[in-house]
């Protein structure tokens, strides 16, 4: 007997998004499965982070509805998304944006202890993640010591230490060369099958999203079928 296939954790459907006078989304449906990973692709300006954006609470639809584990995300106010952002969903952006005066076991930690956490229980939880993500060592660095593939490394590790349920990547490779952009996804990869956290990454490299489940290709604001594939 066939498993059933699971119902989505996260969708969007028929979203609008203008901004002003020009349509940037229009009409764009799509589905994340629990621990899939899909690759939302597009020309610059397409409207593929505005869809990253509008998936994870950051802006709301002009029309349309998003749905997260049985809540629609669009309908809730402000201070409620923002609190589902921090405790359901992780980002990992193209520079990082680790703060710079923190050691990388603080910036790790941080989510956690703006979640509630005391100091010692969030950095000995974020240390978990050094080993994992080849860190070992790392622990006490700043940003400005250590290289872009390594603070990247960190930034994977700080979105993923408050176990998300989805994890949105925009770019994460944009500043990286191939060698590094390949061993950060290898890396991305595990780590989001290892905590169990679907991945919905925005980028413009074949190569990216090649690591992923699925493609959707983004034209014009409207997203194309998913084509599936074989992660490697």
């Not at 405790?87 to 790790?108: D, K, R």
Request: aromatic fraction near 4%.
């Amino acid at each position: 007997m066939q498993t059933p296939p699971q119902s989505p954790i996260l969708s969007a459907r028929n979203i609008v998004k203008n901004f002003g006078p020009t349509p940037v989304l229009r009409n764009a449906s799509v589905d994340i499965h629990p621990q899939s990973a899909v690759a939302i692709m597009g020309p610059s300006g397409s409207g593929k982070s505005t869809l990253l954006h509008v998936l994870s609470g950051i802006i709301t639809p002009d029309s349309g509805a998003v749905h997260f584990s049985g809540r629609t995300i669009n309908a809730l106010k402000e201070k409620e998304r923002t609190a589902l952002r921090r405790s359901a969903f992780g980002f990992v952006f193209q520079t990082g944006q680790l703060l710079p005066e923190l050691p990388a076991i603080e910036n790790v930690a941080l989510p956690l202890i703006l979640g509630g956490a005391k100091i010692a229980e969030a950095k000995q939880q974020a240390a978990a993640f050094f080993g994992p993500l080849g860190l070992d060592g790392l622990e006490h660095r700043r940003p400005g010591e250590m290289s872009g593939g390594q603070a990247q490394r960190v930034a994977i590790a700080r979105a993923l230490a408050p176990r998300p349920a989805v994890l949105f990547a925009d770019e994460p490779t944009g500043a990286l060369d191939a060698h590094t952009s390949r061993e950060v996804m290898s890396l991305l990869r595990h780590a989001t099958s290892h905590t169990g956290a679907a991945l919905v990454v925005v980028t413009h490299d074949p190569e990216v999203a090649e690591f992923c489940d699925a493609t959707v290709h983004v034209r014009e604001g409207q997203l194309s079928n998913p084509q599936r594939k074989g992660a490697r």
